[in-house]
Structures are given as C-alpha cells and as structure tokens.
C-alpha cells in the first residue's frame, strides 16, 4: 500500500495539469487489489469491512484525491449490483469488475437530488421486449466516456422505478464531452443522453418499484465523501507540518489542525456501520459531513497562507488543495 500511495502522490500533478483520465492510475489500484474492496469473495473480491473501506479512501484520498473520487463512483457502481437480487448479473459482472478488466460508474443523482424540481422524471422508462426502454439524460457520470456499464435508473408512467447497468455502448446512449471543472477535471464527468435505449432485462439491478434507491444498497454513502475530504485536509496538513519545521510562528495554527483532523478522521471510522435512533447527534453521518467539509476549506486555505507566493502558483500542491476543496 505504501509503493501505490507514493506512485499515487507522484502522479497526482500531472493528472491534474492535463485532466489525462486516471486510466493507469486504475492499473495500480487493480494490481493493489483495491479494485476487490467492495466485491464479495466468490466474485473474485475481497469485501472489506466498511470501517477499512473509508480507512483505505482516507489514506487514496491524501495522496491522489482525483484518482480516489473516479474510484468512489465506480464502487458505487459495484455496490448496488452486489446488492441486487439478480445473481445471474452479479456473476457476469463482478469478477471483471474485481480484476479491472471491466470499468463502471454511477449516475443516480437524478434519482436522489438534482433535477428533483422538474415536472417530468430526467429519464423515462417504458417496458419493452423483454428489457426497459430509456430515454432522457443523466445529468452527472464521472468517466462515462470511458464506461462498459453506467448503473443509473428511470421511472416509470406509474412512478415507480428501475435501477440497472446500462450498457455504455449500447444504441442510443450519447457521452457528452466532459465538463471542465474547477477541479477534479480529469474524473471526466458529463452528462449521457439515452435517446430509447433498450436495455435487457437481464442487466436489471432492481424494481420496478417505488423509490427504487431505498432499496437496500450496502454503501458508505456519505461516510465515503467525508472519508475523501478528511484524506484531503490530512495531506494539506501534513504539508503545513512540512512548512512548519522551519517556522516555529505557524505551529498556532498548525496544533489545532492536527488535533480537529485526527478527531474527524476517528470520528469517520467510528461511525462506521452505525445506524438507526440510538446514533449520537455527533456522529451522524451529516454532521461529520459538515466538518469534514470545513475542515478541507479551512486547512487547504491555512496552507495556502503558509506557502505564501509560492502556493499561489499553479501546479503547487496549495494552489490544487484549495480548488480540490471546493469540491465538497
């Protein structure tokens, strides 16, 4: 693990200067066996407990948080259909996955919270011959372009809905080209069109059925997002540490730091598989959100003080933090 975090880091300006897509970055995770994390044994993964799943995001996420971001998504992906009831699906799809040979992603926001306001559902869904028919857009793919399968979901005239992995190649599906961000550009996120695709039956992952993304996916959820911010403050930190060697003046600003990452990043673990009335206010998965969240900003922007002319140069690890920050 230490080999790939040091490849990761290295690699990590690079990618963000150019936006390249993180496609040998991936090759490492597969090497690593990162790619087994979220995937059952007899499908050729690992499935690791979630406790060490946000740990190994964390510590992804310190050292590349691109890289660490594509790869969320694409558990995302894997998640819901290990949590689907259709084995049949769970076997073509899953071991590839496990081993590389196959890349999903996720596009669900439209199911969850963007385009809520809308009228009509963003993607339509009717029965036909023997499979679904979609059509509408996906507002959010990261790597779409570079996807085999994009799990993503429609509803249906009677409202309810269905979740499946579409195949990516399929006739119809449309990748526009990736949005420049502000940060995070080399995720290759975009909008995918679905103008009548037909999708199989036997890619189905669930429903029909009302609220289709209730329907029991393990997943670290928002968990996972404060896993990523807290690995970004913790590499931002580690760098102020750096600067801080030098400069005894910053250690008032560096000690508090030091002190809130640590409790954020056990916080994170702690919460890890808790659920239900009995959780503490504290540990919520929303408030940790929260000061992950504002962490990120506040240490990011600490060490771009701290770097002084030099991180306001772009390609600096300051200058990249503070954009990657904004991001949560």
């Not at 290759?188 to 039956?201: C, F, I, M, Q, W």
């Not at 408030?287 to 140069?313: D, P, Y």
């Amino acid at each position: 693990m230490h080999d790939l975090l040091k490849n990761l880091a290295e690699m990590a300006p690079r990618l963000d200067a150019e936006s390249t897509w993180p496609g040998q970055q991936f090759q490492l995770l597969a090497q690593a066996g990162v790619l087994g994390w979220v995937i059952p044994p007899e499908f050729s993964g690992t499935g690791v407990a979630e406790r060490d799943l946000l740990t190994g995001y964390i510590d992804l996420a310190s050292s590349c948080l691109t890289t660490t971001f594509v790869l969320t998504q694409r558990n995302g992906a894997c998640q819901r259909i290990v949590a689907s009831q259709n084995s049949s699906l769970k076997s073509e799809l899953l071991p590839g996955l496990a081993r590389g040979e196959l890349f999903a992603t996720v596009g669900i926001s439209h199911l969850t919270t963007s385009r809520q306001h809308l009228r009509l559902p963003a993607v339509r869904v009717t029965e036909d011959s023997g499979g679904f028919r979609f059509e509408g857009e996906v507002p959010w793919v990261t790597g779409a372009v570079h996807a085999d399968f994009i799990v993503t979901g429609g509803t249906l005239a009677d409202g309810r809905q269905v979740l499946a992995a579409v195949p990516a190649k399929a006739p119809g599906v449309a990748v526009a080209p990736a949005a420049r961000l502000l940060a995070l550009s080399a995720s290759h996120t975009s909008a995918v069109k679905l103008d009548g695709v037909l999708v199989d039956a036997r890619y189905l992952i669930s429903g029909p059925v009302e609220q289709v993304m209730r329907q029991g996916a393990a997943s670290t959820g928002s968990l996972g997002t404060s896993a990523l911010a807290a690995g970004l403050s913790r590499a931002a930190i580690e760098h102020l540490a750096a600067e801080a060697a030098a400069r005894p003046e910053l250690a008032p600003i560096l000690e508090p730091l030091k002190v809130e990452g640590m409790g954020l990043i056990n916080d994170v673990l702690g919460a890890a598989g808790q659920a239900g009335p009995n959780v503490n206010p504290a540990l919520s998965s929303e408030a940790i959100r929260g000061r992950a969240n504002s962490l990120a900003l506040r240490s990011t922007q600490a060490l771009l003080a701290a770097s002084k002319g030099a991180g306001f140069v772009s390609g600096h690890f300051a200058e990249r933090s503070v954009r990657e920050a904004l991001f949560f």
